[in-house]
C-alpha cells in the first residue's frame, strides 16, 4: 500500500501470465505488453511497451488461468454502496413510486413484482457494466490518463464537476437536451409495464435517461476505470454501482414501500453533501495545473464555505442537530483560515496548510529559486547553457506522474525547511517524462540514468557532481549533507 497511489499491485522474480486464446486458425498475430519496473529502495523504470509476434499458435487449453483483475471485493462494495447512495438524492427517490407504477402497474409486494423489479433492474446494471467494459477496453488505449493532465482536459471537467455541483445545491435544474429526451420519453411511453420483457426494455432506457444527480459521479467512475484499464473490473464495478442504485426498486415492489424510508429533509442534506464532494473533485483536478498555493486557498474557500452554510456564524437560538453542524462548521472555518494564512505565505500542501510558517526565514528563501518545468530535451539543454553563462549552479530533478518516490521526495524532502534554506541562489529545474517518449528517453540514456526519481548537481561551470548524484529516495537530511558538499565545492572553484 502506497501512500500517494494506494494499492498497488506488484510481482517479483519471474512472471508467467497464461493468457485463454481461441484461435483455431492459428492465425499470427501480435501481442502488445506494457509493464513498468521498479526497485524495493525507490527507484521506477518509464513504463514499456513491448510488440511480441507470435506465429501459429495452438489453441488455448480449457484450463488456462484467466489474468489477474484489477479489483477486488472491497472495491465493488464501495461501488454498490455509492450506487444505494445515489439512489437516496431528491431527484431520484421521488421516482421510485411513479416508476414501480409503470413498471409493476401498481402490483406491489409478492412475488411477481419481485420478479418484475429484477427484471427492471438487472438490465439496468447490465447496461452500467457494458458501459465500464468498454471503458476500461478503450479508455487505456486511448491513454486517457495521461490526457487527463492537459490543462485543456483538466480545466472543462472541473467545471463540468462545479456544474453539477451548484445544481445539486438547487440553484437550478439541469435536463437532457430536447431533442435526445424527447425521442427516449416517446418510446418510453410506447412501452407498457406489466411483462418481464418490457420492463427489461424499460430498465435499459432508464440507463439513458441518467438523471443529473447520477450523471457527475458516473462520469467520475468512468474517467476512474478508465486509467485502469480493466475491462473485467470496470464491468463489475458499473454493475455494482447499478445493483445498487437498483436495490431500492426491488425492496419498494417487494415490500410495497415500507422497506423505504420517507422523503424529508435528510434528502436535502443528501443533495448538499453530493454537491460539496463533486466541489471537492472540482477542486483535486484543477490542483494538477493550478499554482500549489491557489489550489491550497480553494480548498480553503471550499471548507470556508460549507462552513457558512452549517452556520458557524449564526449565534441565535439551536436545536441540537443545528449545533452540532455549528460546531463542525467552527473546525472547517478554523481550517480555511488557517488555508488561507499558508497559501498567502507559500504554503502548498492542503493536509499541513500552516507548514510554511514552521519553516520561517529559511523556507522563503527556498521559494526565492522557483521551480521551472521542462519536458524536452531542447529545453534542458537551454537550461544548462543559461545556468553555465551566468555561473550559477543547477539542480536537475527528474519526475514523472506515475513515479511514487518522485512525490515523496517533493513533499518530505524538497519541501523541508533546512533543504530549502540551501537551495537558495541554485537554479531548481524540474524535468517532467510522465510522456516517456523516445526524445526523452535518450535523454535518460545520455546521463545514464534507469528513470525517475534522480537528482543531479551541476555546479556553475556546468560540470556535473557525479558523486553527489541521487538515484531513488532520499532522506532530507542525506540530501542536506550533498547539498553542503555542493556548496564547499562551489565556493573552492
Known amino acids: 500500500h502506497d501512500e500517494f497511489f494506494g494499492d498497488v499491485e ?28 521498479c526497485a524495493d529502495k525507490g527507484l521506477c523504470y518509464p513504463p514499456e511497451t513491448e510488440f511480441i509476434e507470435i506465429g501459429d499458435m495452438p489453441a488455448a487449453s480449457g484450463d488456462a488461468a484467466p489474468v489477474a483483475a484489477d479489483w477486488n471485493w472491497k472495491e465493488l462494495a464501495l461501488f454498490f454502496l455509492g450506487g444505494l447512495a445515489l439512489t437516496f ?8 413510486p411513479i416508476l414501480s407504477g409503470v413498471v409493476l402497474r401498481g402490483q406491489l ?37 495521461a490526457r487527463l493532465q492537459s490543462a485543456w482536459v483538466l480545466v472543462p471537467f472541473a467545471a463540468f464537476f462545479a ?64 486509467a485502469s484499464g480493466d475491462a473485467l473490473g470496470g464491468g463489475l464495478k458499473l454493475l455494482a454501482l447499478g445493483l445498487g442504485m437498483g436495490t431500492p426498486l426491488v425492496l419498494f415492489g417487494a415490500g410495497g414501500g ?70 463542525a462548521g467552527l473546525a472547517l472555518l478554523v481550517y480555511a483560515l488557517a488555508a488561507w494564512v499558508g497559501a498567502l505565505q507559500g504554503a502548498t500542501d492542503p493536509l499541513k496548510p500552516l507548514g510554511q510558517l514552521q519553516a520561517g526565514a529559511s523556507q522563503s528563501s527556498a521559494k526565492s529559486g522557483a521551480w521551472q518545468t521542462l519536458s524536452s530535451p531542447a529545453e534542458l539543454d537551454a537550461a544548462l547553457a543559461e545556468a553555465k553563462a551566468g555561473g550559477q549552479p543547477l539542480l536537475l530533478d527528474w519526475y514523472a506522474d506515475w513515479c511514487i518516490s518522485c512525490k515523496v521526495i517533493e513533499r518530505e524532502v524538497f519541501g523541508n525547511a533546512e533543504v530549502g534554506s540551501k537551495l537558495a541562489g541554485w537554479r531548481l529545474i524540474r524535468f517532467d517524462i ?10 535518460l540514456d545520455r546521463y545514464k540514468l534507469f528513470g525517475p526519481p534522480a537528482i543531479q548537481l551541476f555546479t556553475g561551470n556546468g560540470d556535473e557532481l557525479l558523486d553527489l548524484r541521487v538515484v531513488g529516495e532520499v532522506d532530507a537530511a542525506t540530501f542536506a549533507t550533498r547539498l553542503d558538499r555542493a556548496a564547499s565545492r562551489q565556493a573552492g572553484r
Open 10 to 37: 506488484v510481482y517479483y522474480g519471474v512472471l508467467d501470465i497464461r493468457l485463454p486464446l481461441e484461435n483455431p486458425d492459428n492465425r499470427p498475430l501480435r501481442l502488445q505488453v506494457g509493464y513498468q519496473g
Open 89 to 96: 438524492t431528491p431527484c431520484v427517490l421521488p421516482m421510485l
Open 109 to 145: 409486494g409478492g412475488l411477481r413484482s419481485l420478479t418484475l423489479s429484477l427484471a427492471y433492474v438487472l438490465p439496468m446494471a447490465i447496461c452500467f457494466a457494458v458501459l465500464g467494459t468498454l471503458m476500461g477496453l478503450f479508455g487505456a488505449g486511448l491513454n486517457l490518463q
Open 163 to 226: 456544474v453539477f455541483a451548484l445544481a445539486m445545491f438547487g440553484l437550478f435544474e439541469l435536463r437532457l437536451p430536447r431533442f435526445i429526451s424527447e425521442p427516449l420519453d416517446r418510446l418510453a411511453g410506447k412501452t407498457q409495464g406489466g411483462s418481464h420483457v418490457n420492463a427489461a426494455l424499460l430498465g435499459v432506457l432508464s440507463s439513458l435517461l441518467v438523471s443529473p444527480c447520477v450523471s457527475a459521479p458516473l462520469a467520475g467512475a468512468l474517467l476512474y476505470i478508465s
Open 258 to 327: 415500507a422497506l423505504l424510508p420517507k422523503s424529508g429533509p435528510w434528502l436535502i442534506t443528501v443533495r448538499n453533501a453530493f454537491g460539496v464532494m463533486l466541489l471537492a473533485v472540482s477542486v483535486w483536478l484543477l490542483e494538477r495545473v493550478l499554482p500549489g498555493s491557489l489550489s491550497l486557498a480553494l480548498w480553503g474557500l471550499l471548507a470556508g464555505g460549507v462552513a457558512v452554510f452549517l452556520g458557524a456564524l449564526e449565534f441565535g437560538p439551536k436545536t441540537h442537530r443545528q449545533k452540532l453542524g455549528q460546531i
Open 434 to 443: 510522465t510522456e516517456s517518449n523516445a526524445a526523452q528517453r535518450a535523454l
